[in-house]
Every structure is written in structure tokens, then in C-alpha cells.
């Protein structure tokens, strides 16, 4: 029995092959920072195929090692197989996770004493981790964000001083990836200009797709030209929303907050099928002329008949 190949073991009894079980009490991980997670368990979905659950907080990821523990695995009544220090690759899930979505939010327009504030972290689909990596990049405009970023890999947020920027527009680029090595990316053009306009965004994602019977909130954030002498000059906002379609003005009547940092588009007031583009301007109420845009495009998908 064990490592001797000609003596019979006993039947096993204590682990059978149908139920759960610490993954622990079959398996150890090579990769000793690596980790299955808390509440991991394992499972034998047939006399030949172990099937693992990993745990919150694992760190277990594709090419880390596992290596099934000597006098674990027994055929019924059969041979105790010892079996030595045989190291198994993890592969990436045979079912991988939804694929990640990078959403990046900035201010389209940013004046000489502003800053370049770029924020990732709306991105999705990370697959219950922390991102493996986060990167940004530039393909538009002088290159002095790449200089600036380098091969960053951590942050959600990016901000450079427009002092060191020339005039002009810039492409900027985030690369998220999760555990399994899934990417995704999301650009935004950002012009700098001579002019001190507020600095303006809405914090959603670009496209928003939603339901007729569903209410819409936007919310946008806007901050006054960094050239001020008072920072905390009141602002002043108006939204507009337009049919793709007709090309037309659609916002409701009966909308929320039309001018104000939160417009609520109440449900059943927009089209099924139709897109449109909602876009915020915020102007510096002591100088009018000065004012930026943001915008967000809401696509109404088609659902089913609902009562009301």
C-alpha cells in the first residue's frame, strides 16, 4: 500500500468521490505567495476530473503551479498511489470571465491653468480582483504624456500640469487587463487650449445603454479655469439631449435638474430603439463666454411590454 505497489489498501472512506472538500486537503500551491483564496473548495466531478472553486481573495492566476499532495489518490479499493512532487500548470479557465470594459472620463476641453485629469476607474468586468495592470498612453498631440507615464501600471488616474503641454489636441489611452490576461482600452481626445474655460465632465461611461422603462441619471462634476483668481466662482449649467434620429432637441418636459450638476430623465420618456446624445455645457456665471462641453451618447435598447 503507498509507495509499495504490490500490497492492497484498504477502502477509503473518509473522502469519497461525490462532495465538496478543502482544496487544501488534496492540493498544495507551488508558488508559495500564491493563494486559493479563502473558501475555496474542491470537488471530484468524476473518478477523473477535480473540479476548483476558488475563494475570495485568491491570487491564483495562469501559469502558477499546483501539485497534488504523496498518498491522496485512491481507486476504490485499489492502489494508493504515492505519487512524488509532480507540478501541474494552471491554465486559464476553460470558461473565462466576461471581458473587461475600459471606461475613461476627462474634460474635453482644458485651458492653460487647468489640469489633465484622466479617470479609469469606471472600468468593469475585472473579474473579482484588482486590475493586473493599468497602462496609459498617448497617439495624439506632442508626446510628453508618454514621458510623463512612462509604462504605468497601477494608478486609475492620470493628471498633468498643462504648463508643460503645448497648445493642441491630445489622444489619450488606457489599457486595462485582469487576472486572465484580458484586455480592454478606451481613448479620449483632450484639446488644450490658450483660453480659461471651466473644465467639465460627466461621470459615466461614454455610451450608456439602458431600457425604456428605466430612468436615466447624469451626473456631471465641473471645476472653474485654474486661471481664476477665485476658485470657487459659481458655475452654471445647462443640459440639452438630441435625437440621433431626427436630429432634433428631445429632453422631456417632465426632466429633473436641467440645470443643474444632475439631470434625472424620468422612465418611459425616451424612444425604444433610438439614440441620443446628451451633453451638459457649464459656463463661469461672472463670465459667461467662457464655457466647456461634455457629452455622453444613451442608446435605448428594445425590451419587452411592461404594465404600468
Request: hydrophobic share 40%.
Amino acid at each position: 500500500c503507498g509507495s509499495n505497489s504490490s500490497i492492497r489498501c484498504g477502502p477509503l472512506w473518509s473522502n469519497p468521490t461525490s462532495g465538496v472538500f478543502p482544496c487544501t486537503d488534496l492540493l498544495v500551491i507551488s508558488k508559495g505567495v500564491a493563494s486559493l483564496g479563502y473558501g475555496a473548495s474542491c470537488a471530484w466531478k468524476d473518478n477523473v476530473t477535480l473540479t476548483v472553486t476558488m475563494g475570495t481573495e485568491a491570487t491564483l492566476v495562469p501559469g502558477d503551479f499546483l501539485s497534488i499532495l504523496p498518498y491522496k489518490i485512491r481507486s476504490g479499493q485499489q492502489l494508493s498511489y504515492y505519487l512524488p512532487v509532480t507540478l501541474m500548470a494552471v491554465r486559464a479557465p476553460i470558461n473565462p470571465i466576461t471581458s473587461p470594459i475600459a471606461v475613461l472620463v476627462s474634460p474635453y476641453d482644458v485651458g492653460p491653468c487647468g489640469v489633465f485629469s484622466l479617470d479609469a476607474s469606471l472600468s468593469y468586468n475585472h473579474g473579482g480582483r484588482q486590475w493586473k495592470s493599468i497602462r496609459w498612453a498617448q497617439s495624439g498631440g506632442p508626446s510628453v504624456i508618454n514621458e510623463v507615464t512612462g509604462a504605468g501600471t497601477t494608478s486609475h488616474y492620470l493628471s498633468l500640469d498643462p504648463f508643460n503641454l503645448f497648445e493642441g489636441v491630445y489622444t489619450v489611452t488606457v489599457t486595462v487587463t485582469n487576472w486572465v490576461d484580458q484586455s480592454a482600452s478606451s481613448s479620449i481626445a483632450i484639446n488644450r487650449l490658450e483660453i480659461d474655460v471651466p473644465q467639465v465632465r460627466i461621470l459615466s461611461p461614454p455610451t450608456l445603454a439602458t431600457f425604456r422603462p428605466y430612468s436615466v441619471t447624469l451626473r456631471a462634476f465641473a471645476s472653474p479655469g485654474g486661471c481664476a483668481s477665485n476658485p470657487d466662482r459659481e458655475m452654471g449649467y445647462a443640459w440639452s439631449l438630441t435625437d440621433k434620429t431626427t436630429g432634433l432637441e428631445a429632453m422631456p418636459g417632465n426632466a429633473v435638474g436641467k440645470t443643474s450638476t444632475v439631470l434625472m430623465i424620468p422612465a418611459l420618456s425616451l424612444i425604444a430603439g433610438r439614440v441620443y446624445t446628451a451633453s451638459v455645457t457649464a459656463k463661469h456665471k461672472d463670465a459667461a463666454a467662457l464655457s466647456a462641453k461634455a457629452t455622453v451618447t444613451i442608446e435605448v435598447d428594445r425590451s419587452a411590454p411592461v404594465a404600468v
